[in-house]
Nanobody, 119 residues
């Protein structure tokens, strides 16, 4: 069983910064990739950024230059440093972890953490 514990959300003024973290408790399988998605009210969930076990990262165009994803492999923790926040970044942010299992990649989701950007 995999447990994901997210933290770091909250209310921030435009231009401010927040850091999200997601710690994964994994007992058997190894982590292939970790990432962040977000879902704003009335919108579909979208990918924000991801990081592979190799260290390769990807990010959405809307957050490039402002958000940075990083990972502590020893702690099975992924971070999302969010700078220069904008009101349109307001959403519930979800951690996503992909494990390598006998049946292929299996993904797990965190419970979500609210990020609100408002003055």
């Amino acid at each position: 069983q995999v447990q994901l514990v997210e933290s770091g959300g909250g209310l921030m003024q435009p231009g401010g910064s927040l850091t999200l973290s997601c710690a994964a408790s994994v007992t058997i399988f190894s982590i292939i990739d970790m990432g962040w998605y977000r879902q704003a009210p009335g919108k579909q969930r979208e990918v924000v950024a991801g990081i592979h076990s190799s260290g390769r990262t990807v990010s959405a165009e809307s957050v490039k230059g402002r958000f940075t994803i990083s990972r502590d492999n020893a702690k099975n923790t992924v971070y999302l440093q969010m700078n220069n926040l904008k009101p349109e970044d307001t959403a519930v942010y979800y951690c996503n972890v992909g494990l390598g299992t006998m049946a292929g990649r299996q993904e797990y989701w965190g419970q979500g953490t609210q990020v609100t950007v408002s003055s």
